[in-house]
Structure formats: C-alpha cells, structure tokens
C-alpha cells in the first residue's frame, strides 16, 4: 500500500535531479525532496510535473517512478518500534 506522503515523496523525488538507479542516503535523498518541492513551488507542482512526463515520456517515466518510488519505500520503510521507545 502507498500512502498519500510516500506517494508525494516519490513524485518529488523524480523531479529531482538525482540519477536514476542511484542509491541515495537518507540525507541526500531527503534533501532532494525538499529542493525539488521549494524549486516546483509545492507538491502539487511535482505531481503535476510527474503528469506531464508520463504524458510527453512515458518510456522513460515509468522506471524513473519505479525507481523513486523503492527508493522511498526503502529509505522511509516503518521500522519497528524498540522497547525503549514504547512510551506507557
């Protein structure tokens, strides 16, 4: 299942300029978010973006948001809580 932030995340990603197939860290991918949101003007500016490429380039946008969207699931995968940070 996608959720609306792993979703916005991932169209934020493919805007960016990152390379597809890299393998960002955590950082440099978070930080690739936020410049490709501030620079679009919005998420909804990224998924409109994302739109129009899988209009104009849909041979090349489909892998660019299959790899965006396992970059984020990896990156931003829940992880399980620890017993130390369970608060009673």
């Known amino acids: 299942m996608t959720t609306m932030l792993t979703a916005a995340r991932a169209e934020a990603l493919f805007t960016s300029t990152l390379a597809t197939g890299s393998h960002p860290s955590h950082g440099t991918a978070d930080e690739a978010i936020r410049l490709a949101v501030r620079l679009r003007g919005g998420v909804r500016a990224c998924a ?10 849909p ?4 892998p660019r948001m299959r790899w965006a969207l396992a970059t984020i699931q990896e990156l931003y995968a829940r992880r399980p809580r620890r ?3 369970l608060v009673a």
């Open 83 to 85: 017993s130390w940070e």
């Open 48 to 57: 409109a973006e994302v739109a129009a490429e899988f209009g104009d380039h």
């Open 59 to 62: 041979d090349l946008a489909v």
